[in-house]
């Protein structure tokens, strides 16, 4: 689709934040189609501090690439301080956001032209996941799909306001423009707090069923982080977006246990710090009332029961009713063979 547009008026703007993987990068990049508009920014979280321009030789391979190059004293200011900072320089209608080592898959191109001109806040698509070498299916899509389908079965989109990846998502930029959203400046989960107020200011969703946005999983990556300041900084902002929402009067937060899986999630890893945030807890508690709390305390720990003992000893007895029934029928088979012929 060529409609004239040129990269100073593009209809869609991808974000990208970046660290030290310019290979994954690059493959990212060459999953975004050239087009006149569509403009693609990556923002690299100073990678290479000694460095005005850390990767020249990417500048020259992709010429329609805006990048911008982060310094700070600090080190790295993490993905919600580079998204923001993309966000100063987009021009398009949509924003869209991409992590380095993501793609976009074959179907993307079909839905930005299917929602070019839509009157949507925001419009979801489905994703998938591999791993990093792109050979084997990943799981961390998963849960994105689940919440996407009960939304679409249940035609509740206050169901969304789970989807908390800014990835999968065309988002109208005058939606974020107009109230101010931004990512949480911290290391991890920046992306909580700036899904769930564009969801909750959303006055229109589109769900698309089809797949256009692919997700790895690799080592090291910041999702996989259990240190004590990580874990603390996630039960912190799912705190803050379920608090935002109850004053905003969405009683959907409700139904949202994120704070007290994060919190129990610390409780296993680090159960000094558990202690020290148990007044923090504790206002959660009364933020949700006793039995919606107990529901979300319940459940966590039901959902770990099932996948680390019930579901482990179902599947034994299945594989030794399998092995049993192999040996019974290779039995009888044996008895018969040994039947002299009358």
């Known amino acids: 689709m060529d409609k004239g547009y040129s990269f100073m008026n593009p209809l869609f703007t991808i974000i990208i934040p970046h660290k030290c993987i310019p290979k994954l990068l690059e493959r990212c990049l060459n999953s975004i189609p050239v087009r006149r508009d569509v403009q693609v920014i990556v923002v690299d979280d100073n990678s290479d501090p000694s460095k005005e321009v850390v990767y020249p030789e990417l500048v020259e391979a992709y010429p329609h690439v805006q990048w911008v190059w982060a310094k700070n004293e600090g080190g790295r200011r993490g993905a919600g301080y580079a998204r923001n900072l993309g966000m100063k320089q987009a021009a398009g209608r949509w924003l869209l956001f991409a992590d380095a080592d993501d793609i976009y898959t074959n179907e993307f191109l079909s839905i930005l032209d299917a929602y070019a001109d839509s009157d949507a806040d925001i419009v979801y698509f489905y994703p998938t996941s591999v791993d990093t070498c792109g050979i084997q299916l990943g799981t961390r899509h998963i849960s994105y ?165 019930v579901t482990p000893v179902k599947k034994h007895f299945r594989i030794n009713s399998r092995v049993t029934h192999i040996r019974n029928e290779s039995t009888e088979i044996r008895t018969e063979s040994e039947v002299p012929e009358g």
């Not at 988002?171 to 931004?182: D, F, R, Y």
């Not at 200011?201 to 090291?220: A, K, L, P, Q, V």
């Not at 799912?238 to 608090?243: F, I, V």
Request: aromatic residues 10%; contains cysteine.
């Open 145 to 309: 799909e689940t919440i996407l389908e009960e939304a679409r079965k249940k035609e509740d989109n206050s169901l969304l306001l789970k989807m908390y990846t800014p990835t999968c998502k065309l988002i109208k930029h005058g939606l974020v423009s107009t109230h101010g959203i931004q990512f949480s400046e911290t290391l991890v989960t920046n992306d909580v707090l700036f899904s769930t107020m564009c969801q909750r200011f959303s006055e229109r969703e589109i769900i698309d069923s089809r797949i256009g946005y692919c997700i790895t999983t690799r080592s090291g990556s910041l999702h996989t982080k259990r240190d004590v300041q990580s874990a603390r900084e996630r039960f912190f902002i799912h705190c803050q977006a379920m608090n935002f929402l109850r004053e905003t009067g969405e009683e959907a937060y409700r139904r949202d246990g994120s704070p007290f899986s994060r919190y129990l999630a610390i409780l296993v890893y680090h159960p000094i710090a558990a202690i020290r945030l148990f007044p923090e807890f504790m206002t959660t508690i009364n933020m949700y009332g006793i039995a919606a709390s107990v529901r979300h305390i319940i459940s966590p720990i039901k959902k770990r029961w099932m996948l680390y003992f």
